[in-house]
């Protein structure tokens, strides 16, 4: 799937804008008003791009910044800083706090999704990437195709995105509720047997003949697709 972003801004006409535009361009996206819920979607959705608002109620952007890079696990997580503060000793101070860029309110749309997908290309490639390729096994999104080797694979819209995600992640043992929540969402209603059904129609549309199955079930842990994670 897509890269997962997290808007941090109390101002709703500006984050629905946000949610909006970054959802039109395959972005999958959480919303956070404060400081305090933010800090629980980071831990719930581990998102791969936060842009966060300078003035929060509360708990600053400045200050819900330097938390996130105080700490192991959500120091990695690029962050985009939203602000009215136009001042060069203001960009400074965010861009010292931990921020990786810096937008001024008001920004233009364009040049703000620009820079998301700059910051993105950097840490996380494989959330943009229009082609992914795992062995012999390719996945074009923007065409919507998968190949292996010479041949092109037929696959429903649901084996696709199941394939996807499997495959921005290769070697990395995925859980039936890691792959629901990436794959139909943490609010749809679909119980884990689901998984294993559409991961059934994957294998028999990606494997012929003599062909090497590429997921591997996991007992008790899940499926991997591509090599064994490296121990």
């Known amino acids: ?24 361009e395959g972005f999958r996206v959480s919303h956070a008003e404060t400081g305090e ?3 629980i979607l980071v831990a719930e959705e581990e998102p791969d791009l936060i ?19 105080s700490r192991p696990d959500t120091r990695a997580i690029p962050i ?12 400074i101070r965010g861009l010292s706090t931990g921020a990786d860029d810096y937008v001024v309110k008001p920004f233009s749309l364009p040049e703000l999704m620009a820079r998301v997908k700059a910051i993105l290309r950097r840490v996380a490639p494989d959330r943009v990437a229009d ?10 999104r923007s065409a919507h195709r998968v190949t292996r080797g010479p041949r092109e694979v037929r696959l429903g819209p649901t084996e696709f995105r199941l394939l996807e995600f ?3 992640s290769p070697g990395r043992v995925l859980s039936r509720t890691q792959l629901l929540d990436g794959v139909w969402g943490r609010d749809a209603f679909v119980d884990e047997r689901t998984v294993d059904v559409h991961i059934g129609r994957l294998r028999k549309a990606i494997v012929r003949g003599k062909e090497r ?3 591997r079930t996991v007992r008790g842990a899940g499926y ?3 090599e064994r994670e490296a121990r």
């Open 1 to 24: 799937m897509s890269a997962r972003v997290l808007v941090i801004e109390d101002e709703l006409p500006l984050a629905e804008m946000l949610q909006y535009n970054l959802e039109a």
């Open 37 to 39: 819920d933010a800090e």
């Open 51 to 69: 842009i966060l608002d300078w003035m929060l109620p509360q708990v600053s952007g400045i200050e819900l910044c330097r938390r996130l890079r």
């Open 80 to 91: 985009l800083m939203l602000t009215a503060r136009g001042e060069e000793s203001d960009r």
């Open 131 to 140: 082609v992914l390729k795992v062995s012999d096994v390719e996945l074009d």
């Open 166 to 168: 499997f495959m921005e």
């Open 213 to 215: 199955d590429p997921i």
């Open 224 to 226: 991997v697709f591509g």
